[in-house]
Nanobody
Framework: QVQLVESGGGLVQAGGSLRLSCEAS????????MGWFRQWSGKERQFVAV????????NYADSVKGRFTISRDNAKNTVSLQMNSLKPEDTAVYYC??????????????????WGQGTQVTVSS
C-alpha cells in the first residue's frame, strides 16, 4: 500500500512557475515509476509526465515538453513537478500517481496503482 500526498498547488499568473511535490508513505516507493496527471472539470485525467524507478528516464506529454520537469528523490520518498512558463490552459487539478511500470509510450490511467488526492493549479491570464 502506498499513500500519496501532494502539495504546492495554487494561483499563478501566466508565464509564472509553480513546483508541485508529492510525498509517498511506505518503503516500496523506489519500486514504482511515478507520474503526474491532470484533470479538467468533466474530463478524464490526462498524462503529464512520468519518471522511472531510478529517476534516469522521463517521458512528457507534448503539451508540457520543455516547460515541465519531473524529478524524484528516493531517499526522501518524494516526486516533484517543476512547472515553468505556465499557461491558462494548464489550469487543472494535478494528481500524483504510482505506476505499475515506466513507458516511453503515451501513459494511460490503466497502469496507475495509486493516486494522490489532487492539488489545484490555477493560471490566470
Amino acid at each position: 500500500q502506498v499513500q500519496l500526498v501532494e502539495s504546492g498547488g495554487g494561483l499563478v499568473q501566466a508565464g509564472g512557475s509553480l513546483r508541485l511535490s508529492c510525498e509517498a508513505s511506505g518503503r516500496t516507493f523506489s519500486t514504482y515509476a511515478m507520474g503526474w496527471f491532470r484533470q479538467w472539470s468533466g474530463k478524464e485525467r490526462q498524462f503529464v509526465a512520468v519518471i522511472n524507478r531510478s529517476g534516469g528516464r522521463t517521458n512528457y506529454a507534448d503539451s508540457v515538453k520543455g516547460r515541465f520537469t519531473i524529478s524524484r528523490d528516493n531517499a526522501k520518498n518524494t516526486v516533484s513537478l517543476q512547472m515553468n512558463s505556465l499557461k491558462p490552459e494548464d489550469t487543472a487539478v494535478y494528481y500524483c500517481a504510482a505506476l505499475k511500470y515506466y513507458t516511453n509510450s503515451p501513459v494511460t490511467a490503466r497502469i496507475v496503482d495509486y493516486w494522490g488526492q489532487g492539488t489545484q493549479v490555477t493560471v490566470s491570464s
